[in-house]
């Protein structure tokens, strides 16, 4: 038992912004998109759900490890220590339970988990692929999770506007917000449920870092939370990373078009 927990706390140099690490995750994440869209276009893949679903029980099965990972320990003996603050319903935790869900799911409700996975999961994966931050850490095992987890939010969302599961339209986003609403509002049940119940101690539980109860870390969002009453916290909080996902939207609405305007040159 020690052997596989030292194997699971396997170390390396902590790496840095735009170090070797860093930029090969980068290209790994493009190279898997394209390679997944150019499958796709020659017909190689033919079900999108499917590779949702995979991707996201690929995302799934990293997460249980990496709760063992932070929970396990061996100091003369095994020991079990729960990591409350990593409890698996952040931001970056909703795209795996989206994509499985619409992995098997049809109809509108898969897409509206379509469509939020195509614009927040998007944008919080460009977050965090560009400027990781504090994820990075000593852990070799948490690097490749990190990075696997948050370029797949990327890599399977690009894959959803190529193959049209996912229409680029101004509705879309509507659709998206509906997602990222209900899951922020499960933060702030579970935020309130944890302290009530004091079943994380003195432990930092901050799920969607929304809590009213632990200060928040998030640079702009702290600011916020500081000076303007607790409900319009919340209120901006989902307005704002809608807004910011809402530009991804046109961007991709700016790429169709103009692809469009040059398919009609060449047809003309």
């Known amino acids: 038992m020690e052997s596989i927990i030292n194997l699971m706390h396997l170390k390396m140099t902590t790496p840095t912004w735009f170090g070797w690490f860093h930029i090969l995750c980068l290209l790994l ?29 690929i995302v799934i099965v990293l997460e249980i490890y990496k709760q063992l990972q ?49 614009t927040f999961a998007v944008f919080a994966g460009l977050c965090v692929m560009i400027y990781p931050g504090d994820v990075f850490t000593s852990s070799i095992w ?15 969302g690009v894959f959803l506007y190529y193959t049209g599961a996912v229409r680029i339209e101004h509705k879309t986003i509507l659709k998206a917000m509906a997602v990222f609403a209900f899951a922020v509002g499960m933060a702030v049940v579970l935020n309130e449920l944890v302290v009530a119940t004091n079943i994380a101690g003195d432990e930092t539980f901050n799920m969607f870092f929304v ?22 916290c919340l209120f901006i ?32």
């Open 29 to 57: 994440t493009v190279g898997a998109t394209v390679l997944l869209c150019l499958l796709y276009k020659k017909g190689i893949i033919k079900n999108v759900s499917r590779v949702v679903l995979v991707m996201a029980l």
């Open 70 to 118: 932070y929970s396990f320990s061996y100091d003369g003996g095994v020991v079990f220590d729960y990591q409350w603050y990593a409890f698996p319903w952040q931001f970056c935790s909703m795209p795996m339970y989206a994509g499985l869900l619409a992995g098997v799911t049809r109809g509108k409700f898969q897409s509206f988990l379509y469509s939020f996975l195509a």
């Open 142 to 156: 948490i690097n490749i999770q990190s990075m696997v987890c948050h370029g797949s939010m990327i890599v399977i």
């Open 211 to 232: 809590s009213r109860h632990f200060a928040p870390s998030l640079p702009v969002y702290s600011s916020v939370q500081a000076v303007v009453p607790y409900p319009w």
């Open 237 to 268: 909080y989902i307005a704002g990373f809608t807004a910011a996902s809402y530009i991804l939207l046109l961007l991709a609405m700016l790429g169709k078009l103009i692809e469009n305007k040059i398919r009609a040159k060449k047809n003309a």
